[in-house]
């Protein structure tokens, strides 16, 4: 028996505002209005705790939670896994819509009709798409210039599988089983299209998924593709599953990408939804919501007055744009300011954060440099951030580190329970048993320990993991991870984390610092606004602000004011705008973007500093 409704309280003594846990507490289908620091996250964490520790999500069902990013995913997972006992959070899946739509794909790929059915060892298009243009060449379409790929690639998945004729049903052909030079190869688009299909031409596999999952958690909703929505909607539309969605129109930023610009509307009818809207942002300072406030008065009609939280005194928070005559100038004022943060505040590196609108290695490289030179690494995050999410690298890591140091309490955990997660064992069965597998898992450390002593060479290393993966057996880890059922997925990342972790072994000397220094312990992270999503930092350098960084305004202004309200409300303290007259051996002008410039100035807590002009 769980706890009464009555009596259920959130884990750690949390307060909640009256709306986050009204939303907590609601059984039926609602839309959770947040912004930026509200506690979605915890939010989603604490609904989960009610619906298990209440058992409103009856044993042997399960919540889903599905989120746009990978960083999303992992980190609500995290978060349940402190707030839940071991028995509980099994019940908890935390997925993107990728890795959603892919699991139904894989689990159930022969429910396809043979045309359909793609080859079982397909590869991801993720980014790269090579074998779409070769595909197309195949079929007599000559992709030229990115706007006629883009059009012709997007055209591949606006139909339904059955009604796609012509060169695209030739595309599809060559793509689901390879033709000659061209791989087997699917885009996510195309995964969530055969995924649809499955659940509407098989309606045994569809009930089946909606008796697994009781309740539903959809994160950063307002990303959320026409593609994935109409997946949810085959999925749990007109069913017993309750759906809870969470998101903010003013962090609208992938309507590029796809983003269904009505999502909350279609939601609230076709669903039947209730709306809460939260009003507490717990991570920035009273003044930087000054200007949060000013640009969503930009963004859209209804007035935002988010309440900070009391920790805060009220002139706390500090916000500056830095106007410099060259780049280099600016990059050694950042390294100067950031060396004083480091010293004299004790702010972690990855408590500072730099971001750019886009083109990340086009900044990194000045900006790393000299940051060098005072000995402060900094990096360009793209590479790694989602690396580090995947769950295969994470284990391999937690193996390395408990075979480096035997202190190491987290990484011993993490394996262990994996160990009797694959193995299908619990810590209550036979002692003798448990045993065993404790016994294996101290051998297994002990050789990874002797083995890392003595490589001298990348392939000794790639060897080693691929050693760790089979002792935890790969068909035992594609079976509990289903992004890495079918295809050289797994492999890939494997490939990778090797390549990395074998540079910083030689830069290092040493593995532990590898580690670490892979992991990004110790350094400042660079990335795109897009990439910082749902991240937070005490500090953030918001470098380029300029017309040349925002080069589509013009044409997409709603989405870029969006993209500038996110990049700013990742900072809880600090907050520096930099623009360079002269950038890349190029003018630079903001003329274009004075809106944003307008915005700073209306808050009146943006103050103007001009470094090295005459």
């Known amino acids: ?119 079982p060892n397909y590869e991801i298009a993720a980014g790269n798409q090579n074998e779409f243009v070769r595909a197309f060449s195949k079929c ?58 499955i659940l509407e031409t098989n309606p045994l596999i569809l009930k089946s998924l909606r008796k697994t999952y009781s309740h539903v958690f959809l994160d950063e909703f307002q990303d959320t593709t026409h593609l994935q929505y109409a997946l949810v909607k085959v999925c749990f539309q007109n069913s017993q599953t309750s759906i809870t969605a969470v998101g903010d129109n003013r962090q609208r930023i992938m309507l590029w990408a796809g983003a269904k610009p009505d999502i909350f509307d279609s939601y609230k009818n076709e669903f039947n939804s209730y709306e809460y809207t939260l009003v507490m942002n717990h991570r920035s300072a009273p003044r930087l919501l000054e200007i949060q406030k000013i640009v969503n008065n930009y963004l859209q009609d209804v007035p935002f007055s988010p309440i900070a939280n009391p920790k805060w ?95 190491d309490s987290d990484a011993w955990s993490y394996i262990w329970e994996a160990k009797i997660f694959f ?27 002797r083995r890392l002593k003595k490589i001298t060479h990348q392939e000794e290393l790639n060897i ?45 000397n040493a593995w532990i610092a590898a580690i670490e220094s892979f992991q990004g312990n110790d350094s400042i992270p660079i990335m795109t606004i897009h990439k910082s999503k749902g991240l937070e930092f005490e500090v953030v350098f918001f470098v380029g602000f300029d017309d040349s960084s925002f080069w589509s305004f013009s044409d997409q202004e709603d989405e870029d004011k969006c993209t500038f309200f996110v990049g700013l409300s990742r900072s809880k303290r600090n907050l520096y705008f930099t623009f360079s007259e002269k950038r890349f051996g190029r003018r630079r002008t903001n003329s274009e973007i004075s809106i944003l410039y307008q915005m700073l100035e209306e808050s009146g807590v943006v103050e103007e500093k001009f470094i090295g002009l005459d």
Not at 150 to 159: A, V
Not at 339 to 350: A, D, F, G, N, V
């Open 313 to 407: 005194t009220e002139d706390e928070g500090e916000a500056e744009i830095w106007y410099f005559k060259d780049s280099i100038i600016e990059a050694e004022h950042i390294a100067e300011r950031i060396t004083q943060l480091i010293q004299e505040h004790k702010i972690s590196y990855r408590d500072i954060c730099i971001i750019v609108k886009q083109s990340v290695q086009q900044f990194s490289d000045e900006i790393i440099a000299v940051l060098e030179k005072v000995n402060i690494h900094a990096r360009n995050e793209a590479k790694f951030q989602d690396l580090l999410k995947e769950d295969i690298v994470l284990l391999i890591l937690h193996t390395l580190k408990s075979a480096l140091d035997v202190r």
């Open 464 to 508: 080693l993991l691929m050693d760790i993966v089979d002792f935890y057996d790969v068909n035992k880890i594609r079976k509990h991870y289903p992004q890495y059922l079918q295809g050289q997925y797994i492999n890939k990342l494997r490939e990778d984390l090797t390549d990395y972790l074998f540079q910083y072994y030689m830069s290092t």
């Open 423 to 449: 193995d299908g064992k619990s810590s209550t069965v036979n002692p003798l048993i448990i045993d065993k597998l404790r016994k294996q898992l101290i051998t297994m450390l002990k050789s990874v320990k």
């Open 1 to 119: 028996m769980g706890i009464s409704i009555k009596e259920w309280k959130p884990s750690d003594g949390l307060i909640l505002e009256p709306a986050a846990l009204d939303a907590v507490k609601d059984l039926n289908n609602s839309l959770v209005v947040a912004g930026p620091g509200a506690g979605k996250t915890e939010l989603l964490a604490q609904k989960a705790c009610f619906l298990l520790e209440t058992n409103t999500c009856v044993n042997p069902s399960k919540i889903l939670a599905i989120s746009f990013k990978k960083d999303a995913a992992v980190n609500l997972k995290e978060r349940i896994k402190l707030r839940l006992t071991k028995n509980l959070d099994s019940r908890f899946i935390s997925q993107t819509f990728d890795s959603f739509a892919k699991g139904i794909l894989d689990r159930f790929l022969y429910a396809l009709p043979e045309e359909f059915r793609p080859d």
């Open 140 to 197: 007599g379409e000559n992709l030229y210039n990115n706007r006629i790929k883009k059009q012709y690639i997007d055209n591949l998945t606006k139909r339904r599988l059955e009604h796609v004729s012509g060169v695209y049903k030739d595309v599809w052909d060559k793509l689901l089983k390879g033709d000659g030079d061209i791989k087997p190869t699917l885009s996510f688009q195309m995964i969530s299209i055969l995924a649809i299909y």
